[in-house]
């Protein structure tokens, strides 16, 4: 099984700026992506940043130019630097890995979530 462990969130000041990170663990054989959702009450869960094991990234059209997603390969972790923050980022914010547990199986999986507010 694998785990990810999320951190970082809390409340920030419109325009400001906030880090979350997260850690994968477990019965890990290969990690084809990682990435960051947001979820609002009610709301579909959406897309905010993705990064593959080749570095390449895919970002929100909202959230372009503002938030950058990174990771250190060998940790298997990855980083979101929000920055600018509106109050429309306000949300729910959930890890995801898809990760291969074997040489030909693998899953998707999910962190717990963390609180992300934007408010003054």
């Known amino acids: 099984q694998v785990q990810l462990v999320e951190s970082g969130g809390g409340l920030v000041q419109p325009g400001g700026s906030l880090s979350l990170s997260c850690a994968a663990s477990?019965?890990?054989?290969?990690?084809?992506?990682m990435g960051w959702y947001r979820q609002a009450p009610g709301k579909e869960r959406e897309l905010v940043a993705t990064i593959n094991a080749g570095h390449g990234t895919d970002y929100a059209d909202s959230v372009k130019g503002r938030f950058t997603i990174s990771k250190i390969n060998a940790q298997n972790t990855v980083y979101l630097q929000m920055n600018s923050l509106k109050p429309e980022d306000t949300d729910v914010y959930y890890c995801n890995g898809r990760i291969y547990t074997s040489p030909t199986s693998w899953d998707e999986f999910w962190g717990q979530g963390t609180q992300v507010t934007v408010s003054s």
């Open positions: 477990g019965s890990i054989f290969r990690v084809v992506a």
